[in-house]
């Protein structure tokens, strides 16, 4: 089979609408970094706490499809090592995700809705996401503002001093 037969055979299966949900042994997960070798580090949505593992990439999708960091998976757990322990069997796109929310089984820890409640801050405006964030109190704000305004009056004092 040439490369560029398996390419269409891979994405066309990729493709295919079979929105079947995941069974028992199956697993959403989410890529949080590509650790090389068509290995990926992936976190679960346990509700105890995240859990953290890698996963491989199995060859049929290798220089085939590419994933990237944010991206679901669906996984099955294999045997064979330590570190490693599952095993890519579906990229999952937007519209297994839909799909999924609508039969119950996508993780509320995934849900876009959550994601959004996450990234705005006190007064409903998104944060940006390339600065620290800071938390201030509004108090601490009035005694900014406060200062400011005896420093602008020693200013006023000084300017007419050194006028006369």
Do not use: Y
């Amino acid at each position: 089979m040439s490369r560029v037969t398996k390419i269409k055979h891979v994405l066309k299966e990729q493709e295919a609408d079979e929105f079947d949900v995941p069974k028992e042994n199956q697993q959403i997960v989410r890529i949080v970094a590509s650790r090389g070798n068509n290995l990926h580090e992936v976190e679960t949505a346990q509700a105890d706490g995240e859990e953290r593992f890698l996963v491989s990439m199995p060859v049929k999708f290798r220089k085939n499809v590419w994933i990237k960091r944010g991206d679901f998976v669906l996984v099955e757990p294999i045997e064979e090592g330590n570190k490693v322990k599952a095993e890519i069997c579906r990229i999952l796109t937007s519209e297994h995700i839909k799909v999924f929310e609508k039969e119950g089984v996508w993780p509320r820890k995934f849900s876009k809705k959550r994601d959004l409640e996450e990234d705005l801050d006190e007064d409903g405006l998104f944060r940006n996401t390339n600065r620290k964030f800071v938390a201030q109190s509004s108090d601490d704000d009035e005694d900014e503002d406060e200062d400011d305004e005896d420093d602008d009056e020693e200013e006023e004092i000084e300017d007419g001093e050194g006028r006369r």
